[in-house]
């Protein structure tokens, strides 16, 4: 990776540092001979071993950068460090005495290169520090102390710099190993919920979204961070069933406190969603606020209400099936004795429909039976019931009735709209429809009864010329 613009600014102030400091060192040097602190040793001398000192350390940084991760390039910047604090400190004469002055150098090491560099640091100043000791003996470097009492000296420091180098060594390494497991776990959690089909969102108390997951694109169609900084009743649909901003309000700054909703969310297309959301109180140093997980539930809860729609409806017509007309009679009939009043039932059958059905197909019979479903719904009141209970069968409850007037009304034109005729695939088809009253009264109470004496009423209008309707004797006008 080339370097960049920051990192070149750095090193460039690096290096003016370096050489800036061998005039100050040069100084330091010239005031220590001046009080006899030195071996003699003269200027040029360590004019060129601060220059070599400082060229080398940043010759060999500069080629560690290069390539990071090598270990070669590690121990020969290891190697040049230790190298050169021997050339300084066993030419002033002063090496043995400070030699513990390695652990700075290795403590900038584990700042270049990071805690693997601690065991070659180790290693390379214990070699440094052997071969100064070697040149003492050798008479080859100075000393400002007595060569044995200098070993001695140089043992202790090398003993010293080896535990300060362990432990800072150590410290680094566990410092490294709980950042690099933290920003493992900062990455898994972040892959977790970038790949998640569930929406995470934080939300605030006051309703402002802090962050939300990309797998908001899906659900509601928007980029993350355009919601960021909005209110939640951006994405809220107008008529939840639950006030969800309440719910928020109340489980905010409660750490631990969680409540399942369906949220009802409003897409960016304008389309309806609908979440099941977790609700998880949360507080932090920033404030109070919500942590939100949203399950796409659009798709199961049109299923489970097609379902519902499904069992209680003709597939064919959509209107009430068998079933759920007969249980809708039976409360009706109930609420009727409840409150003393009377109800009507129609039973309608279709006359000529087996002829059409047998001669022009099953399509034209199943069109039949759709129009005059709709031709029947557009005869009655909004106020009543419509069911087919098969076949060509159909019913029509009516609930809200003042006086016989009502029933024969709707009875009047349903018997009208059916008998129009009308055209289906190129094809002219007439059909009629006899029906069959029966009220509520003597002898007439439930549904089951109900039916039964609509049904005898039906075949009475067929047997009495068809296109008709016929009330069951049994059944009672209603004034």
Not at 74 to 91: E, F, G, M, N, Q
Not at 221 to 244: C, F, H, K, M, N
Not at 411 to 432: C, K, M, Y
């Amino acid at each position: 990776m080339k370097p960049g613009r920051r990192e070149i600014v750095r090193g460039l102030l690096t290096s003016l540092g370096v050489y800036a400091s061998i005039p100050l060192g040069v100084g330091g040097f010239w005031v220590l001979q001046r009080f006899d602190l030195l071996a003699p040793v003269s200027y040029p001398v360590i004019v060129g071993l601060l220059a070599f000192a400082a060229t080398a350390n940043l010759a060999a940084n500069a080629w560690l950068n290069a390539v990071p991760d090598s270990t070669l390039r590690l121990h020969a910047r290891v190697a040049v460090s230790a190298i050169t604090t021997t050339a300084v400190l066993y030419a002033t004469g002063w090496g043995s005495i400070l030699a513990i002055g390695y652990a700075l150098g290795a403590a900038e090491m584990l700042e270049i290169a990071g805690a693997r560099s601690w065991r070659p640091a180790i290693a390379w100043n214990l070699a440094a520090i052997g071969a100064g000791e070697m040149l003492l003996a050798f008479d080859v470097a100075p000393t400002m102390i007595e060569p044995r009492l200098a070993h001695f000296v140089a043992i202790s420091g090398a003993a010293c710099l080896v535990l300060v180098s362990r432990i800072l060594g150590t410290t680094a390494e566990r410092v490294e190993r709980a950042e690099d497991e933290l920003r493992e776990s900062e990455e898994h959690f972040r892959s977790l919920v970038r790949h998640a089909t569930d929406v995470i969102a934080e939300v605030d108390a006051d309703g402002t979204i802090r962050y939300v997951s990309p797998a908001i694109e899906g659900l509601l169609g928007y980029e993350p961070t355009s919601l960021v900084g909005r209110s939640i009743d951006d994405v809220l649909a107008t008529d939840p069933p639950q006030d969800a901003r309440e719910v928020l309000g109340s489980i905010a700054g409660t750490p631990g406190r969680s409540v399942m909703i369906d949220m009802h969310l409003a897409h960016r297309s304008g389309e309806p969603r609908i979440a099941e959301a977790t609700v998880t109180g949360r507080q932090t140093a920033t404030g109070a606020g919500v942590v939100i997980n949203l399950h796409d539930m659009t798709e199961r809860r049109l299923l489970e209400e097609r379902l519902v729609w499904d069992a209680g409806h003709d597939a064919l017509t959509g209107l009430w099936n068998r079933a759920a007309f007969a249980a809708h009679l039976v409360q009706a009939c109930e609420r009727a004795a409840r409150d003393q009043r009377a109800i009507a039932l129609l039973f309608l059958d279709l006359d000529g429909f087996k002829q059409v059905n047998d001669s022009l197909g099953h399509d034209i019979g199943d069109a039949v039976l759709v129009e005059a479903a709709q031709r029947i719904v557009s005869a009655v009141r909004h106020c009543d019931t419509v069911g087919r209970l098969g076949g060509d069968e159909f019913t029509i409850l009516l609930e809200q009735v003042d006086d016989d007037r009502d029933v024969v009304d709707v009875a009047d034109r349903v018997v009208a709209a059916v008998a129009e005729p009308w055209l289906r695939f190129g094809t002219a088809v007439h059909v009629t429809a006899s029906v069959g009253i029966a009220t509520t009264g003597v002898g007439i109470a439930s549904g089951e009864e109900l039916m039964q004496q609509a049904d005898a009423a039906m075949y009475a209008a067929k047997r009495s010329g068809r296109c008709r309707w016929e009330r069951n004797p049994a059944s009672t006008a209603l004034g």
